[in-house]
């Protein structure tokens, strides 16, 4: 069956620190995959998305960059953490969006 | 821009009541999607619905489409507690670029009240 991990659910790190968040999906081959970041009592913002290995479209400008080093892994990361980061950081999946999006559990992060 | 807005912010209801919750866009989709987020956890695909339906069912839910009003509604037959949660509808379309995006309403939190 089809699953999706992300890890880990919560983390606390003091600004300027690094940042690597991992979601890994199984059950599927070639997904899209995303990264969201929602603010409390808002909805989703989209960070980045991936149609493949290596290819990374980042859709809003930030302190945050992503990786898709195998086809069913998607890296978060940051080298300086700033207070703005934090937030609720979810990752996502879908075929070609036809059936929906399944996510991840999320990863509550907090900078500090 | 293009997006999804849910209405209303907020619902309180009691438990067995039906619950409605609209979304609004503003340019042509591909379909529309509605999601259950429980506090704290990720968000859980309800129902999608594409641009040449009207009406779906799943269980105890009912969306609606009306593409001529660009709008949706999610119905909740017999709410239970369980059923609390916000709510979120997101659009698929293709954007100017002719990419393929999908924009998020707010969201409508729901209480369902024993």
């Not at chain 1, 290995?53 to 700033?82: H, M, T, W, Y």
């Not at chain 2, 309180?12 to 987020?37: D, F, H, P, V």
């Not at chain 2, 916000?86 to 954007?95: H, L, M, P, Q, R």
Request: proline fraction near 4%; charged fraction near 15%.
């Amino acid at each position: 069956s089809q699953t999706i991990h992300q890890w880990p659910a919560t983390l606390v790190q003091p600004v300027g620190s690094p940042l690597s968040l991992e979601c890994t999906v199984e059950g599927t081959s070639n997904p899209n995959l995303y990264w969201y970041r929602q603010a409390a009592g808002r909805g989703l913002q989209l960070l980045f998305y991936s149609v493949g290995i290596g290819q990374i479209s980042s859709e809003v400008p930030q302190n945050l960059s992503a990786s898709r080093p195998q086809d069913r892994q998607f890296i978060l990361s940051s080298k300086k953490l700033l207070l703005s980061d934090s937030g609720f950081y979810l990752c996502a999946w879908s075929v070609l969006g036809e059936w929906g999006y399944t996510f991840g559990s999320g990863t509550r992060l907090t900078v500090v | 821009s293009q997006q999804g807005e849910e209405d209303p912010q907020a619902l309180s209801i009691q438990e067995g009541e039906n619950a409605t919750m609209n979304c609004s866009y503003k340019t042509s989709i591909n379909n529309l999607q509605w999601y259950r987020q429980n506090s704290g956890r990720g968000l859980v695909h309800l129902i999608l619905i594409r641009s040449n339906e009207r009406e779906k069912h799943s269980g105890r839910l009912r969306v609606t489409l009306d593409t001529s009003k660009k709008s949706s509604s999610l119905l909740i037959t017999a709410s239970r507690a369980a059923d609390t949660a916000s709510y979120f509808c997101a659009t698929d379309f293709y954007n100017a670029g002719n990419n393929r995006k999908l924009i998020w309403g707010l969201g409508t939190s729901l209480a369902v009240n024993p």
